[in-house]
């Protein structure tokens, strides 16, 4: 889904800032309202937010109030609609349409039994635990260890939900980085620069995020930073082979990449979240 400005003014509406029409024109009126809530809510934003546009600032304003209405997944306020803050959206509006959320208790890497559609035998090099078993590697989520390890690029990747900003490398669990490290590596060799473009290796969908599974009910390998995205927008959640762009032949070379290392794909291994990998096996 893609958040437009009828949106954001809806949510002002709703949270009391905005009395005006409901004509996507982030104009003079909703601007105030907008003015009003970030400046009583600076504790939640960066320095130098007075900066931003017009337009980012609406945004802010609208993850502001996903954030407080009990939507964290929503992630950092910065004003950009990402994949969490569309899902965050999605999920508010809706329960607000029908009294419950849509994704209540669906995961399948949470089913106690489960079979899966792909069959590829995960290889065990670097020892990584169990989903369940997460803690007793990696320590507890959202502690330190889990973004003082730094992944060193050798292509340079794209924010997906900003992609004019770019960045050479990201935080990780400390445990995990240099497997990371190594990954990119074997991806910048089996790909050319014009590949890893084309298919979206080079579109970073996040890392850490403290925040339970979408959908789920238990907390997200993100949580200890053990899990990246790539392209969310062309590999969403619940999308299977039929749909996701990296279920494409041309990237089993990519996941391949990621096998050597041990790392699970949640598309190859059970066919949804084409987007994830991490360093835990089900």
């Given amino acids: 889904m893609t958040i437009s400005n009828f949106d954001i003014q809806r949510m002002l509406a ?6 005006g029409d409901i004509d996507g024109d982030i104009g003079p009126k ?29 945004v802010a304003a609208l993850q502001l109030i996903l954030k407080y209405a009990g939507y964290p997944e929503v992630g950092p306020i ?27 208790d669906w995961r399948p890497d949470e089913e106690k039994e489960r079979q899966p559609t792909f069959d590829f035998d995960p290889v065990e090099k670097n020892n990584w635990p169990l989903q369940r078993d997460m803690a007793k590697r990696f320590g507890v989520a959202g502690g330190p260890q889990c973004t003082r390890g730094k992944v060193e690029l050798p292509f340079e990747m794209r924010i997906a939900w900003n992609k004019s900003q770019k960045i050479k490398t990201f935080s990780c669990h400390e445990l995990v980085a240099d497997s990371a490290t190594r990954v990119y590596r074997r991806i910048a060799s089996a790909y050319s ?9 080079d579109l970073f969908g996040g890392c850490y995020n403290y925040r339970v599974k979408r959908g789920g009910s238990t907390l997200s390998t993100h949580a200890y930073g053990i899990a990246i995205d790539h392209d969310p927008e062309r590999n969403q959640l619940k999308w299977g082979r039929d749909r996701a762009h990296l279920a494409h032949p041309d990237c089993v070379e990519f996941f391949r990449c ?18 994830h990998v991490q360093a835990a096996r089900l």
Avoid: C
């Avoid at 709703?14 to 009395?19: E, I, L, P, S, V």
């Fill in 14 to 19: 709703a949270a009391g800032y905005y009395k």
């Fill in 78 to 104: 910065d004003g950009y609609a990402g994949m969490m803050t569309e899902y965050a959206y999605g999920q508010y509006e809706f329960f607000r349409l029908h009294g419950h959320h849509p994704d209540t």
């Fill in 30 to 58: 909703t601007m105030a309202g907008i003015n009003i809530l970030l400046e009583g809510r600076q504790v939640d934003l960066p320095k130098g937010y007075e900066k931003w546009s017009k337009q980012r600032k609406a």
């Fill in 193 to 201: 620069p014009e590949d890893i473009r084309k298919h979206g290796f």
């Fill in 258 to 275: 990621w096998e050597a290392e041990g790392w699970l794909s949640l598309g190859r291994h059970s066919n949804f979240d084409w987007m």
